[in-house]
């Protein structure tokens, strides 16, 4: 039995000539919120296609509690996806909806999916394409949950949210996932959003992932140096600079550490706030189109 829900090795897919996903190494452990974060195009909707099993891998491979999504038809029960722009059938009904799942699923808790839909006040009997994309978003959020999976997958589920709805989503999810011991891997654009609810983070841009790992390490592992203009190519207690700035007389630097602490008093630290961090490492993976890092469990 592994403690990894999702599990990735040099996984690959590429389209004619171009890599839409490549050389990505993961390991989410189990119970886990995640957040995958990147820019238009980097590969996020890829990844998470490939890991639940949609798309096949042109190199590497990816495996859920274990298996192979493609070989192992066993394991797509235990997986809950939803796609990208929430699509449902907007001619049925959410009760249609419910009855559906029932049909399609082999662990199905109708009452769950029911309960969950009169507390949010959606109408049961309208046709789906009718509701507002926020109760279209909560709806698939719903039925994927009334799956019962172990891992739930989300791309982008409040991209047509404005910013209240966003918020009560997120809380939603926050509030199901707490109460069952789903592993949960979504993508945004909106670190903020992610910040809210996830404790593991992975940033990927341009096909690579430039950064992951529990957010409490990654913010534990950098700092802010600001202190006088250089160009420095090694700080004692600095494994890599990730980003610089500089002024006239000063230069701001963003570092990951390592080994003992920085105690230069040339340098004023300060911690890192999630949203630079992320930034920091866009910017670094549109330098240097590669791996910057290392993928921590
Ligand atoms: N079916 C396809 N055929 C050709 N290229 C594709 C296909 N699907 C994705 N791509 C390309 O693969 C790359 C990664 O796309 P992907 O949809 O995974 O990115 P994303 O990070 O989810 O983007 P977004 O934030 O815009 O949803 C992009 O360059 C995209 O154009």
Request: charged letters at 25%.
């Amino acid at each position: 039995m592994t403690d990894m829900a999702l599990e990735t090795s040099a996984l690959g897919k590429r389209y004619g000539r171009s890599w839409a996903l490549q050389e990505c190494s993961l390991r989410l452990p189990t119970g886990r919120i995640a957040g995958l974060v990147g820019p238009n195009g980097a590969g996020k909707s890829t990844l998470l296609h490939l890991a639940v099993g949609l798309l096949r891998p042109d190199a590497g491979w990816a495996r859920v509690f274990g298996q192979d999504p493609r070989d192992n038809t066993e394991v797509l029960p235990e997986i809950g996806f939803v796609a990208q722009d929430t699509p449902l059938y907007r001619d049925f009904t959410v009760t249609d909806l419910i009855t559906l799942g029932g049909k399609l699923n082999r662990r199905w808790d109708a009452a769950f999916a029911r309960d969950r839909i009169a507390q949010l006040d959606i109408p049961f009997r309208k046709p789906v394409g009718k509701l507002s994309g926020g109760q279209r978003a909560q709806v698939a959020l719903t039925l994927a949950m009334a799956k019962r999976p172990r891992l739930l997958l989300l791309d982008e589920p409040v991209a047509a949210l404005d910013p209240l709805a966003r918020r009560e989503f997120m809380q939603a999810l926050m509030g199901v996932v707490s109460e069952s011991d789903t592993t949960v891997l979504l993508s945004s654009h909106l670190v903020a959003d992610l910040e809210r609810v996830c404790d593991y983070l992975i940033v990927l841009q341009k096909a690579h992932v430039q950064l992951a790992g529990p957010i409490d390490d990654l913010l534990d592992e950098h700092r802010t140096l600001v202190g006088p203009r250089t160009e420095p190519d090694t700080l004692p207690g600095v494994a890599k600079v990730i980003s610089a700035s500089h002024t006239d007389r000063q230069s701001t630097l963003l570092v990951r550490t390592q080994g003992p602490p920085i105690n230069d008093p040339s340098w004023t630290q300060r911690e890192v706030a999630l949203e630079d961090l992320v930034v920091a490492y866009l910017h670094a993976g549109t330098r240097t189109a590669r791996t910057v890092s290392e993928v921590t469990a």
